[in-house]
């Protein structure tokens, strides 16, 4: 039903779906004056955005490796936010120390015998674990807020389900795991992963920094926390689950809180992918585009993609070749 889509050059671009992804692209269309609107539908998707933990990390896994384009990425991504709060009016970036503690002795041995294959540049190791540098997480919902107030005062955002009738220059789907569902992009190999994350008040939990140890406590405010996350791939309901809320409080007394009290259930479902690698670029036939695929590092992963897609719209750089849909071309073959 796309095949009959119309080029109209005198038109602006269209951004379907107002999550993270969306709404960072968004930004970086106003920055870059490209003329777009920008809009979602509330009662069709429902985003992963309001569900996030939101974390930022450079370094990832037990062996503590430097995560993917870690230097690249979080060059760009402090000034990026700093300046996205001061164009908002409001706070949601919170840069903080990440603490990683050792899950035993054997663990410890097997990291200190291994330093001199872990870059050491946002590590700082002490006797009872690793702690991070330039961590820390975004509101992501609250930034999807008062980017959708923004958008709606300068007239680029409707709530409004989009339609293959429309008529735009082109149209860019920020869908995030419903984009499996989307008929342009239905072979495109996602892995959609659900979650649940578990807000909680307790005297317990430190303030200061966010632990990571099998799942994470994340300070919020007024002794309020998070605590996260599960994984689901079986089925991607907004619906809270009776196991993911039990694994969340083992989770808690892992981490050496057992006194708490549940305060709000929040529900997503990750826009992950099989390679673990976004899904970006315009179609190679039609006048659509996608940016999608981000997984659980969208925070980090967003900015630094959106500013290289709009490059690639303005015909001043390439996107890297794995992270475009160029590398599933064999997929669109009419």
Known sequence: MYIGFKVEKNKPYLIVGQGLAGSILAHHFLAAQIPFEIW???TTYFTSSHAAGGIFNPVTGRKLEKTWLAEALFDYLPAFYTALEQRLETSFYFPMPLFRPFANAEMRTWLEDRKAQIDHNYLEWTSAGVWVKQAGWVDASKLVLASRDYFTHLGLFHERAFSPSERFAKVIFCEGFHGQNNPLWANLP???AKGELLIFQSQQASKEYILSKNGFILPLKDDQFKVGATYRWDEFSNEVTADAQAELRSKLIGMGVTDQMAMETRVGVRPATQDRRPFIGMHPH?????????GSKGVSLIPYFARAFVREIQGEEELPFDVSIRRFAHLFSL
């Open 40 to 42: 979602d539908d509330s």
């Open 190 to 192: 996602f892995l959609p």
């Open 286 to 294: 039609l006048p659509v585009g996608i940016f999608n695929g981000f």
